[in-house]
Nanobody
């Protein structure tokens, strides 16, 4: 099994900053893409930022210039530094990882994994 454990959410005023972290645990062989999605009440889950193992990153237009994603491939961790937060950034943020787990002796299984989510609220 693969588990993603998130931390770092909370309440912050507009213009503030937060740093989200996510760590992968379990029988991980490799993680190709790792990143963050978010879901606001009444809206669909949407991409925030992801990073490939090569270091190539992708950001949603709404967060470009304000959010920065980083990861440590060896530790299976990903971080999201969020600056200049706005009320519209309020959502549950989910860590996501696409990779391969060790399913048994010499057996590898690809999968797409999600964390439990962490609440980010931007409000004065």
């Amino acid at each position: 099994q693969v588990r993603l454990v998130e931390s770092g959410g909370g309440l912050v005023p507009p213009g503030g900053s937060l740093r989200l972290s996510c760590a992968g645990h379990g029988n991980i062989f490799s993680i190709d893409r790792m990143g963050w999605f978010r879901q606001a009440p009444g809206k669909q889950r949407e991409l925030v930022a992801t990073m490939a193992s090569s270091g190539t990153s992708t950001y949603a237009d709404a967060v470009k210039g304000r959010f920065t994603i980083s990861r440590d491939n060896a530790k299976h961790t990903v971080h999201l530094q969020m600056n200049d937060l706005k009320p519209e950034d309020t959502a549950v943020y989910y860590c996501n990882a696409a990779g391969t787990r060790i399913a048994g002796a010499g057996v590898f299984s690809p999968g797409d994994y999600w964390g439990q989510g962490t609440q980010v609220t931007v409000s004065s």
